[in-house]
């Protein structure tokens, strides 16, 4: 007879304190180290992804002045980002509801943009707020999160099943979403995104698990799988995700500046209870078997080849070691200017911001950052050739982070299945 469970009967053993959880991370290494955990060795695996996600937009809800000062409003800007007004009119209250984009650009900066404003407003940080009002009113005030009444992230496409890498093949420097500066040309470096066997959907491949109304954590807080996102299909699935914003963490949401200007990131971690062999051996793929199509950044849809994230992410560090003393104090420095997630600045690295890119440690003229990120063989045009990973979309320590604290929650009944 296959070897089935229940959630209730999961849930008995997790109140009893008999539960067997596992990281994905966790997870992953005993199958490498070939002490693959059998099927009654494990109850649930969390897994968990970071990356840039472009479908991030915020719902925000707050008041900008006392009731009968303006209609509506036609325009509104936080910290020079553009938020649409609506769809709620709040006529004459004062009060604005807007839709927030995570990639809407400042009309000032454009490597700012909606991504640093959430995260900010989660930090406590005041937000300037402009308002251009249906009748040519300009309202200016400024808020906090404590003057959000109400914020629900919506993702429209979040958590893909991993992605691609990238590679330039011409002569020029080419800017691009996929590489947090232009990715130079001749085959220089190469950019991906995807944190392989660590990613929810990679290791519940058919959807037995993850499906409308799955609860998860978005961001550190409780949300649930609206269903598919949008261009999702059965090769490359996302997911539709909601949450509370008020209640995320700003650690794991945030600005990504990128060659197009500035973008969002965000971390997923999904439980999969292991209910049957199925889902049990759809959890045994590891990197080295998850293919990575390779594609020129220009056409993103010319497949030039492929690798595996095994090449992408066994042995090479997540984090760079910063050597101050190395710091030439360059009047104009590269990776404070580069740096995607603005966490280099005045000669300091604040490793709550670091995203683990590897930029700097590619980029910086007196090698004052010290991050092996690897480099890959790869075959393209009938020609072998080795090209180094310079820059990642994505971010592991984020990713597992996130999953280790869902499987805590889960230990401490703080978050049923």
Request: net charge negative; glycine share 10%.
């Amino acid at each position: 007879m296959t070897n089935q469970r229940t959630i209730s009967q999961i849930n008995q053993k997790i109140e009893n304190g008999d539960a067997n959880i596992y990281t994905a991370e966790e997870f992953k290494k005993l199958i490498k180290e070939g002490n693959t955990p059998s099927f009654d060795e494990v109850d649930v695996v969390t897994t968990g992804t970071c990356g840039v996600m472009s479908g991030t937009a915020a719902i925000l809800n707050f008041i900008v002045s006392g009731p009968g000062e303006f209609i509506r409003a036609e325009e509104v800007f936080l910290n020079g980002v553009p938020a649409h007004a609506g769809p709620c009119p709040n006529e004459w209250l004062g009060a604005i509801d807007v839709i927030l984009h995570g990639t809407t650009h400042s009309i000032y900066d454009h490597n700012y943009g909606g991504g640093f404003v959430l995260k900010e407003l989660l930090e406590g940080k005041t937000i300037d707020v402009r308002v251009e009002s249906v009748e040519g009113k300009t309202i200016e005030n400024t808020i906090t999160i404590d003057d959000i009444g109400r914020g629900q992230i919506i993702g429209t496409r979040m958590a893909f099943k991993n992605y691609t890498a990238f590679v330039n093949t011409y002569n020029e420097p080419i800017n691009s979403i996929f590489s947090a500066i232009p990715l130079e040309g001749n085959l220089s470096g190469l950019t991906f995104s995807g944190c392989g066997d660590l990613n929810p959907l990679q290791n519940d491949i058919p959807h037995n698990v993850i499906k409308t109304g799955t609860r998860f954590l978005f961001n550190g807080a409780e949300g649930y799988v609206l269903g598919d996102g949008t261009r999702s299909s059965a090769e490359k699935p996302n997911l539709m995700l909601t949450a509370d914003y008020k209640q995320m963490d700003p650690y794991y949401l945030g600005g990504y500046k990128t060659g197009q200007g500035g973008e969002v990131y965000d971390t997923v971690a999904i439980p999969i209870p292991v209910l049957n062999e199925e889902i049990y051996n759809n959890l045994l793929i590891t990197d080295e078997n998850i293919k990575l199509p390779l594609a020129e950044i220009k056409g993103r849809h010319l497949p030039l080849g492929e690798t595996n994230y095994k090449e992408m992410w066994e042995g090479y560090d997540l984090r760079p070691q910063y050597d101050r003393l190395k710091c030439s104090k360059c009047d104009s420095c590269t990776i404070e200017e580069i740096c995607p997630t603005k966490a280099f600045a005045n000669e300091r690295l604040d490793l709550t911001r670091c995203f683990g890119c590897g930029l700097c440690a590619h980029f910086c003229k007196n090698d004052a950052f010290d991050m092996n990120t690897g480099d890959v063989d790869l075959e393209i045009n009938d020609k072998l050739v080795n090209v180094p990973i310079i820059c990642r979309q994505s971010d592991r320590l984020r990713g597992n982070k996130l999953s280790n604290q869902l499987k805590k929650l889960i230990e401490t009944q703080e978050f049923t299945l």
